[in-house]
């Protein structure tokens, strides 16, 4: 368990971040040197990449009133806690937008500085990692899905008493995503990752439409 302290606030990471950021950056040939440092590349980018759109969440809550917001970068990305906090629904949507938000200013400024010097290896190959993957991260979490930011957005801007559509539409968006991946052929991962949200946001709209007695 790797710990530290950035801004005040006490992050924590999980060994299984490292994994799946491993076996998500690892190249198809790890037998030189080369791809070695190319998937340890892909790791401290995806590393930075998401503290920094959790930064993004614990930051803005911390603005709003939350005092000792936490972050966990845990195997599936990270999470920002906020104990006790009480959002209004303007306050939630705006914590959540923050990470995407920050992450793709992040990627914008990598791709800039990636864009205007010229070539280095290791610097430039980072860049662009960074770039790549502060994009794909930020619009992945912006589809309107359950528990993603996407989702945890639009059920700030819909409310609680509408709470069913909010997992309506993540069922739609996870079921169209997973069948776009499948006809793309977009790897495994992908359309697994969409089914399986979709899975998750019928059965908490499940839970709602027949409630414990």
């Known amino acids: 368990m790797f710990q530290f302290t950035i801004f005040r606030i006490p992050v924590r990471v999980e060994p299984f971040?490292?994994?799946?950021?491993?076996?998500?950056?690892?190249?198809?040939?790890l037998s030189d040197r080369n791809g070695l440092i190319q998937m340890l590349l892909f790791m401290l980018a995806g590393f930075f990449s998401i503290l920094v759109h959790e930064l993004g969440h614990a930051l803005t809550g911390r603005k709003f009133g939350v005092?000792?917001?936490e972050i966990v970068l845990h195997?599936?990305?990270?999470?920002?806690?906020?104990?006790?906090?009480?959002?209004t629904r303007k306050e939630s949507f705006l914590t959540?937008?923050?990470g995407p938000g920050i992450q793709i200013i992040?990627?914008?400024?990598?791709?800039?500085?990636?864009s205007q010097?010229?070539?280095?290896?290791?610097?430039s190959e980072f860049?662009?990692?960074?770039?790549?993957i502060s994009i794909f991260w930020a619009v992945l979490n912006l589809f309107p899905i359950m528990p993603m930011d996407g989702g945890q957005m639009l059920h700030a801007a819909l409310g609680d008493h509408r709470i069913k559509v909010t997992y309506q539409v993540g069922i739609i968006t996870g079921v169209l995503l997973a069948i776009t991946c499948?006809?793309?052929?977009?790897g495994i991962f992908a359309p697994i990752l969409f089914g399986y949200l979709a899975y998750q946001n019928y059965q908490r709209l499940l839970q709602i439409q027949t409630p414990w007695r």
Do not use: E, S
């Open 17 to 29: 971040h490292w994994v799946i950021l491993a076996l998500l950056g690892i190249p198809r040939d």
């Open 67 to 69: 005092r000792n917001p």
């Open 75 to 87: 195997g599936m990305g990270g999470v920002a806690i906020f104990p006790g906090a009480r959002f």
């Open 96 to 98: 959540t937008f923050a």
């Open 106 to 114: 992040l990627g914008l400024v990598a791709y800039l500085i990636y």
């Open 117 to 123: 010097i010229p070539f280095q290896p290791g610097i």
């Open 127 to 132: 860049l662009w990692k960074l770039f790549f």
């Open 182 to 186: 499948l006809v793309l052929k977009i």
